[in-house]
Each structure stands twice: as C-alpha cells, then as structure tokens.
C-alpha cells in the first residue's frame, strides 16, 4: 500500500486541529513507543498509541479517525507520565474521540446498557462513560 | 477540626459503605467532615480537550459551593471526583480568562469562583491532618495476620500535576494499613489501570485487567485487596463474577475500601463497614483472622 | 590627527547592495582630519591589504579606519596588516558597516546614512587613539593535566614528548580511569587494560611526567602562563618510598567493603589498590573502614609488612606548584539508575548499568569473566539492554544523547553471546548511533553473527517477577508491546560530568553548561579551549565522547599548551585600564567593581594600581570610578562622548 505524502494533508487543517485540541505539539513525539509499551489496554487495540501520533504527524485522518485504538483509551495517563518529551498523549486521545462525537457519532447508546447491571453500575461509571464515549 | 466535604454522586449509592466508614472513622480521629450543601454531580472524568469549557462547569461550581460556605479547602474520598475537581481547580488557576468566562455563563452564581479553593483527598487529611503515630495510637483492634495487597489505580497518582504520591512507587496507601498493622503486599500491578469507564461497554477489556491485577496480588500472597476508588472497586470486586465465569481456576479475593479496614481496626462497629454492599464476601476472611466473631447478619 | 584613510569595503554585494559606497566614499573624502578614502571590492583579500600597505605608505597615513565587517572578524587582520607598513597596528580602527548595518536594514538612503555615521564616528575615536604595544608576560612552561583517565594520560604525553614538563594530578590511587574498568573496547575488541597499561607505564617512566596520584587540587590563583596552583596530597598511609607494593598487607586485611572498581559489584579490602596494572601500584588504606583507623584495633597490614612502609599516622600534605596551562580531563560518570521510578528506583540486584555490565565481563572482573548475576549468582540466559535511560529525555532527566551507548550495547551484547552462546541478549533501541570508523560494520556484525535481537522501542517498565525481572517494552516496527521475562537487565544510563566536576569548575572560575560539562570556547572551531585563557579541554569532561576522540582530544588540546609554550613570552592587548595617578584619590570603587581582581590599592601610596596583564579591559572600573583618574587606554570618556555626539548627529 503506497501513502501519498503532500502539503495539503501534512500541514492541512487536521493536524493542526488535533493540536488546537490537544494543546500539544504533536512534531515533539520521536516516535519512541515508550507510550505504547506501557499501555494497560493495548491488547484490543488495532493501531499502537504511538503509531497514533505518527498517523497524525502524517496528516492521515481517516485513518486515525476509523482507529479502534482511541475508543479503547482508558484515559489512565500512564503515557503522560512517562513520555520522554513530555507530550500528553492523553489529550491527543480526547482530541481525535471529540473530533468523531463532535460530528454527533456517539459511541454507546445508553438504551443498550442491559437494565439489569444498570443498579448495580456505579454512577461514574456511567458519567465518565458517558463523558468519553459521547457528545 | 472540621472539613468540607463533597462526597459525589457514587458515595450515596453503591459506594455508601466507604463513605459510611471514612466518615465515623475520622470522627474518632477527631476531623469532622462536613457535607457541602447543594453539591452536584463532578462530571468525571475532567476533559482534556483544550477548547472545552462546558464540561468544567460542574466541577467549578462545586468549588463556588465551597466558598459559599466560607471554607477554604475541600476533601473527597473518590478519586475520580478528586482528579476531576483537582484538575479543573488547576486550569482555571493557571487560566484567568478561561475562569472569566466560566463565571460569566454561571452568572446566577452569587459567588464568583477565583481559584482559592485547596482541593484534597481523604489520604492526605489522614497523613497531614492526622499523622500516622496518632492513627497507629487509636487503633484497639490490630488487623494483624492480614496480608492485605493496597490498589491505586490511576487518579489519584496521575497525570504529573495531580499526583498524590510518587506514581512509580507510592506509599500512602501502604503506611495507612502498616499503622492499622496490616501486613503489606507488595504486587507490581499496585498502579496499572482497572480499565475505568469501559466496564459499561467493553467488560471484556476489564476482566482481562482484573484478572491480571487481581492473581499478580494472590501470588504475592495477598488475601485481600484494599482499594481507594468506587469505580475500581466496582471493577476488581463485582466483576469478580465475569473473570470466574472466563477463567476456571481463578480464586475470588474480597476487596475492600481501605476506609473499611480503618473502621475495623479502631474498634468501630461492623455495621459502619456496610459489608452488605461488597460482591465477594469478606467475612470469611475476617472471621478466619479472628478480626470479627459474629457471621453475616 | 590630520591624515586619516578610510577604505570602504564592498563585502562583494554584502554591503554595497544596500550601501551606497561610492556616496559613501566621496561623504568621507571631506571629512575633517582624513586626507584619503577610498573603497574596494574585498579589504581582507591579498589585493585589498596589499593596496592598504601601498596607500600608508605613500600617503603617508597617520591612522586607518576600515569600514567593513565586524571588528570579531578581521580586526586582527587589518592590525597585522597596517604593522607590516610600519604603522602602529592601534591606530588601526574598524567601523562596522555590515552586521550592524547593511545586514540589518534595507533602504538604501537609510543604510548610507547610516554608515556615514558608523564610519565617522570611528575616525573621531581614532583621532584620539595612542599608539600601543602589547604587553608581554612571562611564562612558566609547565603544564597541569587534572584528570588521569586515558585523555589526561594521553595529552601529558604529548607535552612531554615536546620537551615540557607535566604534572599529571588523579584523585585516585591509580591513573587508567574508566578505560581500565572496561572489559573490551568497540570495534576492536581489545582489551583496554592490555592498550592503556603501555601508555600509563611510559607515563611513569617518563622523565619529564610527574603523577601525582591520590591528590586533589585544592586552590588555583593568576592566569594564563602564570598559575599558582595548590594540591592537596591525601594521606594514604602507606609510604610510598618504602612500599614495594608486594601485597601481603592486602592479603591479610580482614575488612571487606564492596569495590567502586568494581562498581559495587565485588570486594576490595579496606587497603587496596585499584587493579592489577595500577599506576602506581602502592597501596592505600581507605580510612572510613580500617579497623585501625577508626576503632584502634586489627593493625594487621603493619604487622605484617616487613618494610615498615604502613603509617597510620601519615597526615594530608600540600605543595604549590607553579604552571603556565591547565587541561581539565576529569570524564565522566554514569547517571544514578536510582533516579528512575519506571526501572525500580534501583532496588533491583539484577538491574544493573554500563559500568557494572563491563566488569561481569572483564577477566579480571568479580566473577572473573563469568557473567553471573549479582542476585544469585547464576548465569543469566536471557538478558535485556535497554539504550536511552536517562538520555534523551528532556521531560524526566538529560536532553543530550549520549553517544556512546548504541555501542557500547552492541560490544557488551556480543561479548555476552560470546561468554554464555546458549542465552539471548535482546536490545530496546530507538536509534543506532554507529557513526565512528568501522562502528557500523560491528553493529552488523553483532547482529548477524552473534544474533543479538534489536527491538525498536523504549522501555516502559521493569519490574521483579518471581526471581526474574519482567521488562514491558515496544516494537514500533511490528506494532507490538513486547514483554520479556528477563534473567538480568542492562541499562545504558546516560553519560554525565564526573563527580566535583561542577565544584572544581567553581574553584576554577570556569564556565560549564547546566549539565555540568565545561563550556568550550566556540563549538565549532574552538572545541579544546576553554573561555579562559590558559585552560583547555580534553575527553568527556566536555561532552560525552568515545576512547578514540578523547585521545585525539587530547592530543589536540596537548599542541595549544605547546603552542603556548613555544613562544618566549606571552602578549596581552594593551587595551587595558590606567590611573592617572595624580587625580586617584584611593577611593577603591574600582577595585570593588573590577570582576577580574585585577586592581589593587598601593598599600603606601593608596592610589589604585592595575595589573595589566589580568585586566581584560572590560571598562568597568573606568565607568565607576568617581573623579575620571581611570580610563580605558584608547576608550578614553572623551574618546567615547565624542564618538556619541557623531552617532548621535548632534
């Protein structure tokens, strides 16, 4: 599979969007997977936390957009506080999930949550669920 | 002494029983915590997305709550809330126009809301406001012979900036159960991450996490777990079901807030424990290290 | 001054496509006091400082301003130049039409301006200028290496192989440094110790060397040629002047405390000396831990020896040496593997760093080449490097990339395969550095023949599971997090300054960066001198380096010390501060003002009296002293207040 690599995806609104968003410099990540060997829900994930930023170094959206990857982030911070460059991936997770739910494409449907685990769930389990998985 | 308290919506419900026994057990300790009037929902978890401010309502206005009741600082004993509040309070700090702007769209607030709220947690009061000499002095029924292994998880050790404790090797939880002479397990899955929130959509992923966390304990010898958060007790303790049913062999272990083991151990009464609410039993256990004597009522 | 040239230089289109020097040329022809100007395409070439030459000459000039680069440029040259046509090279100024004009602005009217000015203003301060010589000082030939590793070893060999004596001080009882803890050295695979023993033996021997081993400097005073310099000698009770260093007390020493040779891996003795081929090779007895020394009792090593060469009452000693130059070559340290959290805080035995590697493997390492692991003993059949721990990591420890590391790992993963050929050495990597001669080709052959497995990606964590180590890295190349159950790990710590590095560079007054490294005097072109005249730079004191750079290094700095020493004297710039004794009234603000300590007050007259040849002529004195007595030779206040009416076009 050949990429096409050119101006108007590199320096295109994308990433510059994810790091309006994120607040992070995404050119900072060197790639090193320090991120991604770390990672407790790794073992679903489709595409690594670290290849993650490379996709968006590399301007490809979709592909980044489509990743099961940043639906399986659970938002632990273990990355952040590991990165040798001190980029929060964390935020840049949060920035790619809200770019999807802010097109109204929710992750979970709260009427398919089976009633009965319902009261037994905490309810920030719910909230925080909720919070990542929908706008 | 007396705290502000705000409890979030989880210590009313399924979490009753840590709030039920952290707040006799401090009234022994001699801290009064005392519940905000008018609290709301935090809105866990605090969103990382730089250009939204309507999420960080929620949590802005419990702090304005506190400065309505003219105190300074504000403990929580979930760590969600704890992360949440803490990092919200961090932002507008930092950020003056972003506060603005908060406090412009609450603008029926009577209180403006201006960064000067010290947000805690309940492991801090005990280490600061009670200190580990004292709690070791008040404790009349030692939990000795329990080989208990402590459970972070990962909000209150992160990110860099809310951390609590050191997040590569912290110790608080550890010096709270040594001084209610508990013997300490160490496990090297103490810090990684439950699975959080995904226990609503993927519970696959969090059994795969309790499974890890929970027989890296047992190997190590533990007999117990003590947790500090609602949803991670939610997670190693109910879930417990979901990971025999997938791992044939998989012994269950009782989990416990650590506030529960702090009642116990200052001679409280069982029922402060609200052991009703927990998923493994744990009487077992404590009538086997001779801790209680009666059985499940 | 009535015959003043101004040579306008061009710079190719530098200046003249922005400043109009032809305008320029005629505004200067009418100036007061000069007589000629003129302007050409290249002042600094062959044809522009020949034409210079001619135009002194036969205009008879009394002084030359060249209006061109930065003086930081060419001063030197057009000074040098004008001397060879018999005029006073101080009556040589440059006014700087480029960087601080036509470079910097683009309106032609604008620039021309001024230029004129820049230029004028210059002639007004020549007008003033004295002829000046430069000051000579005498020179002690004589230099100090501080450090004995093998760049101090190597550059106190050059010095005295051009004929100049060397004091060779080391802290340690032996010279050899770090080199000598090595187990084999890359990409030869030589034994260090069987390289470095032949030069620290004819470093011994030569005639024109002094080691000054188990010695510290202690206090430094006066400047380049002329340093007074304290050591202090440490007491190692033992006399070196009877001891045959035969080792009977050594055998017979009952205290056991873990070896810094070894890198806390093995045991030495209380006395010891630091490995067989130690230069010298007396020993020492470490006073923290001798039965004797501390509680009165044992005393064996006396009994034993037969020359009475054990002296538990031997003191510290100091002597004061003279030398003309300095080469610091202290090297480096590893980084504490405690610092890191995600590693283990350096709690755990098997987890071990560069320098503790290297003696698992030395022959004559603890386990004597046997690579076993320091927990237990057994030898470990899968082993972990982890590169980058600590280096590049601005966030957690040090920016810099410490060079080293990628081969260092590639060796040590070889000589591993080599010792147990049945175990697996992997490597967590994220580049391979292998940019020296031959350096790539043994990283391939590492790979290839030895079958060292290279993972790209860094460690996340390394944790103890059972008695083995879990270690939880990544393969960026295969999008995978790996997990190994390792036997033991090696981390490449990063490389940092030796210890005291920074105390000794406070004691010295010399710059260092935040890492601790000293600061060379331009990165480029500069990389063995320091900022301060006299000192120079060798080996990883400066930057983390391998064995063959620090040599050459050495080497290099070792021929600026005989440069220096090549001269009979030595020359200052004569553009320093005077008295003018009769208007001082020893008021002393300049002395407190001065950064130099370069002025004193008289203690008869009680009139301030510089020494020229500390002063840097800095000018700071000349601004605070209160009544004018001190100026700046050529940068007179009268000088300067005209040269501001001119630039100021008032």
Known sequence: MRTIIQIKEVRGSFPAKVQEISGQNIYACYQCGKCSAGCPSISEMDILPSEIIRLVQLGQEEESLKSKTIWLCASCFTCETRCPKGVDLAKIMEALRVMVLRKNVDQVNPLEIPRSILGELPQIALVSGFRKFTS | ??????????????????????????????????????????????????????????????????????????????????????????????????????????????????????????????????????????????????????????????????????????????????????????????????????????????????????????????????????????????????????FSGFEKIPVFYFSQLLSLALGLDVETCRFDLSFVDPYALLQAKSVISEGRS | MRRIGVFICHCGLNIAGVVDVEKLTDEMKTYPGVSYATNYIYMCSDPGQDMLKEVIKEKNLEGVVVAACSPTMHELTFRNTVAQAGLNPYLCEMANIREQCSWVHKDRGVATKKAALSTKTMVEKLKLNRPLSPLTLPLTKRALVIGGGIAGIQAALDIADSGYEVLLLERKQSIGGHMAQLSETFPTLDCPQCIETPKMVQASQHPKIKILAYSELEDVSGYVGNFKVKIKKKASFVDPDKCTGCGQCIEKCPVKVPSEFHALLGQRKAIYTL??????????????????????????????????????????????????????????????????????????????????????????????????????????????????????????????????????????????????????????????????????????????????LYLRGRVSRIFKDGDGLKVWGADTLTRRKIEISADMVVLATAMVPSEGAKELAGKLRLATDEYGFFSEAHPKLRPVESLTAGYFLAGAAQAPRDIPEAVAQASAAASKVVALFSKDNLYHEPIVASVDEEICRGCGQCVETCAYEAIELDPRTKIARVNEVICEGCGACSVACPSGAMQQRNFTRRQILEMVEVATGT
Request: a negative charge; glycine letters at 8%.
């Open chain 2, 1 to 246: 002494m007396k705290i502000s308290y705000f409890p979030g919506c989880t210590l009313k419900t399924t979490a009753k029983n840590f709030e039920d026994s952290t707040l006799a057990s401090l009234k022994v300790l001699g801290v009064d915590l005392v519940e905000l009037p008018r609290w709301n929902c935090c809105g866990t978890v605090y969103s990382l997305a730089t250009d939204d401010l309507m999420h960080h309502l929620a949590p802005v206005r419990d702090l304005i709550r506190v400065k309505e009741e003219g105190a300074k600082r504000v403990v929580t004993l979930c760590s969600m809330c704890y992360n949440t509040l803490k990092q919200a309070n961090d932002l507008v700090k930092a950020d003056p126009e972003k506060l603005e702007k908060i406090n412009q769209f609450m603008y029926r607030e009577e209180v403006k809301y201006d960064g000067s709220v010290q947000v805690s947690h309940l492991l801090e009061v005990l280490r600061d406001e009670v200190g580990w000499e004292a709690l070791k002095k008040k404790v009349t029924r030692p939990l000795k012979g329990l080989r208990i292994a402590p459970y972070y998880g990962c909000l209150l050790l992160r990110p860099t900036g809310v951390a609590l404790d050191d997040p590569e090797e912290p110790t608080l939880l550890e010096k709270v159960l040594e001084a209610l002479g508990v013997e300490v397990v160490d496990y090297p899955y103490k810090t990684e991450c439950c699975g959080s929130y995904h226990t609503i959509t993927n519970v696959g992923l969090v059994i795969e996490r309790t499974y890890t966390i929970l027989t890296s304990a047992s190997q190590h010898g533990a007999e117990a777990i003590a947790v500090s958060c609602p949803l991670c007790d939610f997670n190693l303790d109910s879930r417990q079901k979901e990971v025999e049913d997938k």
């Open chain 3, 275 to 452: 490995f067989p081929q130690a230069v010298p090779n007396k020993p020492v007895i470490d006073k923290e831990n001798c039965l004797y020394l501390t509680k009165g009792k044992c005393g064996a090593c006396a009994k034993i020896c037969s020359l009475e060469a054990i002296d538990f009452d031997q003191k510290e000693s100091f002597v004061e040496e003279d030398v003309g130059a300095i080469i610091i070559a202290t090297g480096y340290d590893l980084m504490d593997k405690a610092r890191i959290g995600e590693y283990g805080y350096g709690q755990y035995e098997d987890v071990i760093d560069g320098l503790q590697i290297e003696r698992l493997l030395a022959p004559t390492g603890p386990t004597e080449g046997e690579v076993r692991r320091p927990s237990d003993g057994k030898i470990p059949k899968e082993v972990v490097f982890v590169q980058c721990v600590g280096s590049r990591d601005p966030e957690h420890h040090y920016p810099y990339c410490s060079k080293v590391c990628c081969m260092y790992t590639i060796k040590q993963a070889m000589l591993y395969k080599h010792a147990v050929p049945d175990g697996q050495a992997y490597v967590f990597y994220m580049d391979t550095r292998c940019d020296g001669k031959g350096y790539e080709e043994f990283l391939q052959r590492g790979i290839e023949e030895d079958g060292v």
